[in-house]
Each structure stands twice: as structure tokens, then as C-alpha cells.
């Protein structure tokens, strides 16, 4: 249970922490790239692909893709 709950984490920040479509859709793009990854690739990094995918997503939208940044009010 522990990589699922890892993957389901990974998710949930992909699609950003707080939105429930969002992590519906880091959910869905997690299960893309490990199918298309071990269609193409070796089945043994699937797991590397999808941690670099979620590393470059956070790097670029910090608060995920359909996160909202939040707005502190002076």
C-alpha cells in the first residue's frame, strides 16, 4: 500500500493540493505516462518517469495544474 499511497500523493500534487478535479486529472495523466512509458520504454523506471513528470509540473506551476495560488490579503 505504500507506493499507491505515494502514486495517489503524487496525484493530488500533480493536479494541485485542494482541487478534486485536479487530482482526478494528476490521477488520469499518472495512469497515461505508465501506460504509454511501458509501452516505449523499460517497465522499471515507469515509476522515475512519473516522479520527473511531477517534478517538472512543480517546478514551472507551483501549485499544480489546476491549483490556485492563494492570495494574502495585507
Do not use: C, H, N, Q
Request: hydrophobic letters at 55%.
Amino acid at each position: 500500500g505504500f507506493l499507491a499511497g505515494i502514486k495517489a500523493f503524487t496525484a493530488a500534487g500533480l493536479g494541485g493540493i485542494g482541487s478534486i478535479p485536479g487530482a482526478m486529472l494528476g490521477g488520469l495523466l499518472i495512469g497515461l505516462i505508465e501506460a504509454f512509458w511501458s509501452a516505449f520504454f523499460p517497465i522499471e523506471y515507469k515509476d522515475v518517469a512519473v516522479f520527473s513528470i511531477l517534478v517538472i509540473v512543480l517546478i514551472f506551476r507551483p501549485t499544480g495544474l489546476l491549483g490556485r495560488p492563494e492570495v494574502e490579503k495585507v
